[in-house]
RNA sequence: GCGCCAGUAGCUCAGUUGGAUAGAGCAACGGCCUUCUAAGCCGUCGGCCGGGGGUUCGAAUCCUCCCUGGCGCGCCA
């Protein structure tokens, strides 16, 4: 990052010297090839056609006014159709070492968000059973998210949406009486939509044990709310604890009757009705969602006086965006795709840009074990939840896993596979390379092998192959941190750390550190390995995942 | 039928606001522990980027038409 920001500051001073405007497609990026240059830009190339000269001539203009003015810079070459490739001294390189030394957790900050507020809202389970492992993966992708648009910039929030009221709950009221009435003895069966998980069976006795016979002597209605909000209780407190071993944090608990409670599903409506985009139409309310591009308007109170999960929807974002966030970011099911158009038609007739409710689809997860898949259905109570993964694997594991692939692509999430201590689990190669740094300098301090403090290690014994190529990579942290912020993806961090583990294991395999040749070698490897143990650090916490200092 | 997502090495996947010779891990094969952690390193093998056409100096990336797989199209949640 410090030689973009470095190369174009020059970059733009030169083409300002030879009155040549910033072209808006100009690029500068590594090339995949070193013999290309550290950076390279296509400038002469994107300036041809207006200058009316060829690109090469432009590139090389640029090339003399850039050499010899800028110590920084090493060599430029022109290259190919038109590229200028620049060249960094080495000593360019090594004050990366320095400086991460010196920012520590603050490094790979960037101010992206500038001090927006953004809200990230994930998981939002109904409270009607445990949490399975597809729920784990937004989770973990929510809570990644969260930090890293944290470290980027933007002042985060994040969110559960409990939906506490509606049919969902009825239900569950209804499975755990009957559960309770069975467990009297009473020779009835549970009604088909029911919830048939083992869970509810031990809600039922709980129940009864706390409350003996009681509820067979009440108004059915009566009794059933009191099994709902029971089961209700514990089940949140199950989720509420699954969470917290997952390493995932929730700061704000919405509850969906607080909404209909406080009656602001109908100031909604009347908000709605006053700006023309609802109607009455066959005994229900409608949103004209057609008005947004939606294909077809939308039903927000049925003709038998319900409100639909829509309804609470536009009225919770409505309360979202009136506390005040720039952004609004849902993480839903992939199965939920269809949801898009119309929750972004309600945004915008609640007055807001389409662009400022950002939706990331999660694809389903596929348990298997030993390659063969395991039925994960909630109704039918046959799943693995989350907190038996997370038991089994550990929270680490899982996060990495579901943090090292796009959210949007579909997931096999192998037991087996995820338990072995090899490669098929990137989480311990990276850990490794943590775990080796802190062992070097635990044996340093030992041997009383002193660290230089960050500004008075002389690097100029970082030389090898080795030694640029990390430096390389260090230097890369803050981009993978900001195309991660930008793209809303979390996976791009699990990629760099896994790059930058293998370079460090390559090092460590290739270089002594301890037993260098020297003291000033000593010194300076020490200074470059403390280097990456921050880098490691960093990103690791982007993740939620642990940096151990031994293994 | 319409829409969304996906199709890249034997497997699992990165890479898509257009850049130079398309990458990684696993698997397979061959090497490396008298050495700061071998949970590691080095090397070899491996590709019509689903297919056709188009746009341009340049396409895995953009447009278009197909093929295949997953998901979604309710006054369900």
Redo the contacts with the bound molecule.
């Keep these: 990052m410090r030689a973009y920001t470095h190369l174009k500051a020059t970059l733009e001073q030169a083409l300002a010297s030879l009155n040549l405007p910033v072209p808006d ?1 100009m ?1 500068i ?1 590594p ?3 070193e ?3 550290h950076l ?1 830009t ?1 400038a002469a ?2 300036l041809a056609k207006e200058a009316g000269k060829a690109p090469r001539k432009i590139a090389e203009d640029l090339k003399a006014a850039i050499e010899n003015t800028d110590p920084a810079i090493a060599r430029i070459e022109v ?3 038109g ?3 620049f060249f960094f001294t080495d000593d360019f390189w090594r004050q990366t070492v320095t400086d991460i030394r010196e920012q520590g957790a603050a490094y790979g900050r960037l101010n992206l968000g500038q001090g927006r507020r953004v809200q990230v809202e994930y998981v939002s389970a ?1 409270p009607t059973g445990p949490l399975h492992i597809g729920h784990g993966r937004g989770a973990a992708v929510g809570d990644s998210l969260a930090r890293i648009l944290r470290a980027a910039g933007w002042e985060v929030s994040t969110e559960y949406y409990l ?1 506490d009221a ?3 709950m009825l239900i569950l009221g209804k499975s755990i009486f009957c559960r309770y009435r069975q467990h009297f003895g009473a020779d009835i069966e549970l009604f088909d939509d029911g919830y048939k998980g083992d869970y509810i069976m031990d809600l039922a006795r709980d129940l009864a044990a706390e409350h003996g016979r009681t509820l067979l002597d009440m108004d059915e209605d009566e009794a059933v709310s009191i099994c709902r909000e029971y089961g209700m209780k514990v089940i949140l407190d199950g989720i509420k604890k699954d969470l917290q071993d997952f390493n995932v944090e929730h700061q704000v608990w919405f509850s969906e009757r607080s909404l209909t409670e406080a009656g602001k599903v109908e100031d909604t409506f009347e908000s709605l009705r006053n700006k023309g985009m609802a109607f009455d ?4 309310l409608w949103f004209r969602s057609t008005d947004f591009k939606d ?2 308007d ?2 927000l109170r ?3 006086g ?5 309804a609470s929807d536009i009225a919770y974002h409505d309360d979202k965006y009136k506390r005040g966030f720039d952004l609004v970011i849902d993480i839903w099911g ?6 898009i ?1 119309r929750m972004k038609a309600a945004v915008q007739a609640l007055g807001k840009e389409a662009d400022q409710l950002e939706v990331i ?1 999660v ?2 997860v596929n348990l298997l074990k030993g390659g063969e898949q395991i039925a994960m259905s909630t109704r039918a109570g046959k799943f693995e939840t989350l907190a038996d993964v997370v038991g089994e694997v550990g929270a680490d594991s899982a996060r990495f896993i579901f943090l ?3 959210s ?5 999430f192998d037991l087996d596979l995820v338990k072995e ?4 689990n ?1 989480v ?2 990276v850990q ?1 390379a943590y ?2 740094i ?3 300098f ?2 340093a301090g030992e041997t009383g092998v002193p660290v230089p403090a960050p500004g008075q290690a002389d690097l100029s014994a970082l030389d090898t192959l080795e030694d640029k190529l990390l430096l390389r990579c260090l230097e890369q942290y803050p981009y993978a941190v900001q ?1 991660a912020a930008r ?1 809303f ?1 979390p ?2 961090i699990s ?1 760099y750390l ?2 930058l ?2 370079l460090l ?2 090092y ?8 260098a040749e020297n003291e000033s070698v000593v010194a300076a490897r020490l200074a470059l390995i403390d280097a990456v143990r921050h880098v490691l650090a960093n990103g690791l916490d982007l993740l939620g995942v642990s940096a ?4």
């Design positions: 497609r690029t990026e090339p995949k090839d013999q290309f240059g390279a296509n190339m994107m290259a190919g159709p590229f200028l490739n109904n939906n509606g049919r969902q139409q066959d005994g229900a294909d077809k939308r039903v049925k003709s038998n319900d409100l639909t999960y829509f992939a199965d939920h795709h269809g949801y158009p689809l694809q389903l090292s692939r796009k949007d692509s579909k997931l096999d201590k090899s490669m098929d990137p311990y190669y490794y775990a080796r802190n062992s070097v635990r044996k195309s793209g993806s996976h791009h990629f896994r790059e583990a293998g294991h390559r460590y395999s290739a270089n002594k550190i301890l037993t151990p200092e031994s293994m």
